[in-house]
């Protein structure tokens, strides 16, 4: 991997996120992670609505996040890292996505990619990039086109050419590249099958480009990826194809960041509004009482988020203990994966409402000052609305529904 230290020595020292972290954490167990994640989320929720406002990226923030050691939790401990639980790993999603959820939303592809990693890759492989990043480097990602039939008609292209990939295409939705030490793009060989290609950041022909315009998630700078002629030696490219083709939790394990983001957004709406309700809104001419917070009407909504809430998160603590329970076994089967696909898609159906719900009852029952600018409130719903939207929750009823009633198993892929 001598090759690979050299071609990225710059990208080590200089990012397009800035200077890479001198000094990074190693955490060692599930208890330290949490314990970091509350600590983070405390200090990244200071300016946090702010920085949606005013779109400002959180450059200075990325790197406390890299520097706590949090990006690193999921490499397995026979590589120094801490393997936690998937229960700890959403609990950490959830508690970082309460305080920010577009600094939530940066590192979900990023676990994703160090679990492609276990999966597919060789031992000097696995050595050298599990080693990377407990230094702390990040990836981005280059999955999604636009343009296409649909989310797996990829026209980018990998080919061999000796002892390098050449990589081409275009990317979208590219969450996290920006700051990335690493920019892992997803393109098909002559064959039709995937690849990842994990490209340091500063490689010729690979450019980053700032042009997302969402309404929500608007600091997670999830634009344009281009690629041109882009050179990768083959020590850096892993055959993605083989975590679809044979059974693996790496699409449900996809599926419950996701959910575990918009039980974070669901959260802190929440919270919003109890805050806003105790403090600032009025009770309602007819309810006959003295404060917000003792009108009947708003108390029974508050009642109905705080159920809602709570029943999705056990769902997704569920999952997630079925996610663990499986991991367990040393081997992953067919039925495994349809199991975790269901367990993960039932939760992800109630996150994704709860989510929406709570974004949208704030306004309700806070009130009309609530929706003045300057308290930005309407961030957890553009947040909430745009998040949920990298699949259909329409589909996991029928995902849910088919496996139930039918015994049809769920697809095997990033979505399910």
């Known amino acids: 991997m001598a090759e690979i230290r050299e071609r990225n020595e710059a990208a080590q020292a200089s990012t397009a996120a800035g200077t890479a972290p001198q000094a990074v954490r190693v955490i060692a167990t599930d208890g330290e992670a949490i314990e970091v994640a509350r600590a983070l989320a405390a200090r990244l929720a200071q300016g946090a609505a702010e920085r949606d406002s005013e779109r400002r990226l959180p450059r200075e923030e990325i790197e406390w996040f890299s520097q706590s050691g949090l990006w690193g939790i999921t490499v397995p401990k026979a590589y120094g890292g801490a393997g936690v639980s998937f229960v700890t790993l959403t609990e950490v999603f959830k508690l970082i996505s309460a305080a920010d959820p577009s600094l939530g939303q940066l590192p979900q592809n990023h676990f994703g990619l160090v679990d492609v990693i276990a999966l597919t890759g060789t031992e000097e492989q696995k050595r050298y990039l599990f080693g990377e990043v ?42 996290g590249a920006l700051f990335a030490h690493f920019v892992p793009v997803l393109g098909l060989d002559e064959e039709g099958r995937g690849w990842l290609a994990y490209i340091p950041r500063d490689t010729p022909g690979l450019a980053v480009v700032d042009d997302w315009s969402g309404f929500g998630q608007r600091t997670t700078a999830s634009g344009t990826v281009t690629l041109e002629n882009v050179r990768v030696p083959a020590s850096l490219v892993l055959p993605a194809h083989r975590v679809s083709e044979l059974p693996t939790l790496n699409g449900p394990v996809s599926q419950i960041l996701q959910a575990a983001i918009d039980a974070g957004i669901a ?8 805050a806003f309700v105790r403090s600032r809104s009025r009770p309602w001419v007819d309810s006959g009482v003295e404060r917000a917070s003792e009108d009947p009407l708003t108390v029974r909504e508050i009642g109905n988020l705080h159920i809602r809430l709570h029943a999705a998160e056990a769902l997704l603590e569920r999952a997630a203990r079925l996610f663990d329970e499986i991991a367990a076994q040393g081997t992953t089967t067919e039925d495994d994966v349809a199991r975790a696909s269901v367990a993960v898609g039932e939760a992800k159906v109630l996150t994704t409402e709860t989510a929406l719900l709570a974004g949208e009852k704030l306004f309700e029952l806070a009130g009309t000052q609530s929706t003045l600018a300057a308290h930005n409130l309407d961030r957890h719903w553009r947040n909430a609305r745009t998040h949920t939207l990298h699949d259909p929750v329409r589909w996991k009823y029928h995902l849910v529904g088919n496996f139930y009633l039918n015994g049809v198993k769920p697809a095997r892929h990033a979505w399910n």
């Open 267 to 274: 959260r802190a709406a929440i919270d919003d509004t109890l």
């Open 134 to 175: 407990l230094a702390g480097k990040r990836f981005g990602n280059g999955f999604s086109e636009k343009g296409t039939k649909h989310v797996l008609d990829l026209k980018t292209r990998v080919r061999r050419d000796g002892d390098d990939y050449v990589v081409d295409g275009t990317k979208f939705y590219s969450t």
